[in-house]
């Protein structure tokens, strides 16, 4: 079964930019009618939308995070990446990569797999 | 486009039934039923539960039922476990955009 597994740095200074990449295993990413998504959440807090990518390479962005992030996939070694840049204490969270499945019906998608989560602290 | 409106918190006897309600716009989730629900225990990461308002993905236990009404979607379980007890979350997606709801804190007695 498809699995994702997020890697990065977990400890970011601050101005600097924070890099991950999250590892589909078990399946093609640029296969079927999937997109790619990242998700972020404070401790103690709820899930906060960060992006997502198209096997086409189009993205959409969280309209509050679009000046500082870029996301993008690398087919030859299945995998897609985050990049968000000025990252303050307030990026602090742990960062989910995520499949996003489309429904069929016009717009609707949804989560259906999830890497483990992978903690971020911003701090000097 | 604003998070969507949860309850921050719910609780229930184990074997009752609970609804947590889900409550955007007309412009969102009155218009479209494009509304998911995640439960996420501590520590864990979030587990799809219902999509398209009403649809449980396959492995879902049949306790879980989304619905709607207007601008409010609802998640509701039945025949509560002590397993229930989890964080569970709302979300609406667009073509251009996806937001979450602030989650709500779901407590078994």
């Known amino acids: 079964q498809v699995q994702l597994q997020e890697s990065g740095p977990g400890l970011v200074r601050p101005s600097q930019t924070l890099s991950l990449t999250c590892t589909v295993s078990g399946g093609s990413i640029s296969s079927g009618n999937f997109y790619w998504s990242w998700i972020r959440q404070p401790a103690g807090k709820g899930l906060e939308w960060i992006g997502r990518?198209?096997?086409?390479?189009?993205?959409n962005y969280n309209p509050s995070l679009k000046s500082r992030v870029t996301i993008s996939v690398d087919m030859s070694k299945n995998q897609f990446s985050l990049k968000l840049s000025s990252v303050t204490a307030a990026d602090t969270a742990v960062y989910y990569c995520?499949?996003?499945?489309?429904?069929?019906?016009?717009?609707?998608?949804?989560?259906?797999?999830w890497g483990q989560g992978t903690m971020v602290t911003v701090s000097s | 486009q604003s998070a969507l409106t949860q309850p921050a918190s719910v609780s229930g006897s184990p074997g009752q039934s609970i609804t947590i309600s889900c409550t955007g716009t007309s412009s969102d989730v009155g218009g479209y039923n494009y509304v998911s629900w995640y439960q996420q225990h501590p520590g864990k990461a979030p587990k799809l539960m219902i999509c398209d308002v009403s649809n449980r993905p396959s492995g879902v236990s049949n306790r879980f039922s989304g619905s709607k009404s207007g601008n409010t979607a609802s998640l509701t379980i039945s025949g509560l476990q002590a397993e229930d007890e989890a964080d569970y979350y709302c979300s609406y997606t667009s073509s251009s955009t996806v937001v979450f709801g602030g989650g709500t804190k779901l407590t078994v007695l």
């Open positions: 990518i198209y096997p086409s390479g189009r993205t």
């Open positions: 995520a499949r996003v499945t489309w429904l069929g019906n016009g717009a609707s998608t949804a989560f259906d797999i």
